[in-house]
């Protein structure tokens, strides 16, 4: 996985840096919910068991490089209705 410059600098923050790359890969490859911006990047949702929230990752429009990562309180997963 590639990272943009942006990312790097964020998991200096101390809420950033104990998000795990596995949590974050594990999200990449099963995501709960995926949503591309306008601008064509990536957002994907998944639950991580092991803090008990919902960790949203952004990658750019290539699929392949990570901007973002960070726990995300408001998202709620989508019912089987939607």
């Known amino acids: 996985m590639k ?21 974050i890969e594990a999200v990449d490859r099963r995501p709960l919910a995926t949503q591309v911006q306008q601008d064509g990047r990536i957002r994907k949702w998944g639950y991580v068991e092991d803090v008990g929230k919902y960790l949203r990752i952004v990658l750019l429009a290539d699929g392949a490089t990570l901007h973002n990562a960070f726990f995300d309180r408001n998202f709620q997963e989508p019912s089987d209705e939607d």
């Open 3 to 23: 990272f943009t410059q942006y990312f790097l600098y964020t998991r200096t923050r101390p809420d950033r840096a104990a998000i795990k790359m596995e949590w």
